[in-house]
């Protein structure tokens, strides 16, 4: 198992790519702390094979200091450490500018943007602590490219992908390596609750010819938090089904 003994914190952990993720990290045999507001809709429950030892919840506002501080500080009082970091949560947005209110632009930014500042700032503390680790931050294919009525997440997400290169260059002497996944379209919840000629013109947009199951992006972000990318800091990984390379 290629996390045995190690200490995870995924943010947005409760539902899609950051759920399959949490379940991805705990057959790998990690200890994995789900940080996320409360679902509503329906109740939260992982793999039925998951050890509930294993694993523990913790209510967390990402865009909150004091949240984001004390997230990590119970995860390290809890399992003594913290060696992995998928800084996950993000919420989407449709407006253009011209009708975008600066409420609804700082509501973009506070949790695509500012929660990675936090949740690295935090995460990175208590690895300059225990020896090193790694963290991902989920960036987006949308940081590369412009795409009608995405203002505020192109800009968090292209603010993403550079804050990852920066701190990858900061720490890596410190045993922290810090990179991004860049995922396309992924068939998450709220890409399911649009309608079908919207998911249709997406799947357009990816040569593969589909959108990515979430597991197929949780499958990156283990390869980024195992040794198995033991020498890959700073860097962004495209998986988008092609998108940005057309």
């Given at each position: ?188 919840p709220v890409i399911t609750a649009k309608p079908q000629e919207v998911i249709d013109e997406f799947v357009s947009k990816h040569p593969i010819g ?19 990318s033991s020498f890959v800091v700073g860097s962004n990984l495209m998986v988008d089904g092609g998108y940005t390379a057309q």
């Amino acid at each position: 198992m290629r996390l045995q003994g190690k200490v995870a914190i995924v943010t947005g952990g409760l539902q899609g790519i950051g759920k399959a993720t949490v379940e991805l990290f705990l057959q790998e045999g990690a200890s994995v702390v789900v940080a996320d507001l409360p679902k509503t809709g329906g109740e939260w429950n992982l793999a039925a094979d998951s050890e509930p030892s294993k694993y523990v919840y913790i209510q967390t506002d990402v865009t909150q200091e004091e949240s984001v501080k004390r997230l990590v500080a119970q995860t390290v009082d809890r399992f003594g450490r913290l060696d992995i970091l998928f800084a996950n949560a993000g919420i989407g947005e449709s407006a253009m500018i011209h009708t975008m209110t600066y409420a609804d632009w700082q509501r973009v930014i506070d949790v695509n943007l500012n929660s990675v500042f936090l949740s690295n700032k935090y995460g990175i503390e208590a690895m300059l602590a225990g020896g090193g680790g790694s963290i991902i931050n989920n960036a987006s294919f949308l940081g590369f490219v412009g795409q009608q009525g995405v203002i505020a997440n192109a800009a968090a997400k292209g603010g993403v992908i550079n804050l990852t290169r920066t701190l990858g260059v900061n720490y890596a002497k410190q045993g922290i390596r810090v990179n991004s996944i860049c995922a396309g379209y992924t068939l998450t919840p709220v890409i399911t609750a649009k309608p079908q000629e919207v998911i249709d013109e997406f799947v357009s947009k990816h040569p593969i010819g589909r959108l990515a199951e979430p597991i197929e992006i949780a499958q990156a972000v283990l390869f980024l938090a195992s040794d198995d990318s033991s020498f890959v800091v700073g860097s962004n990984l495209m998986v988008d089904g092609g998108y940005t390379a057309q």
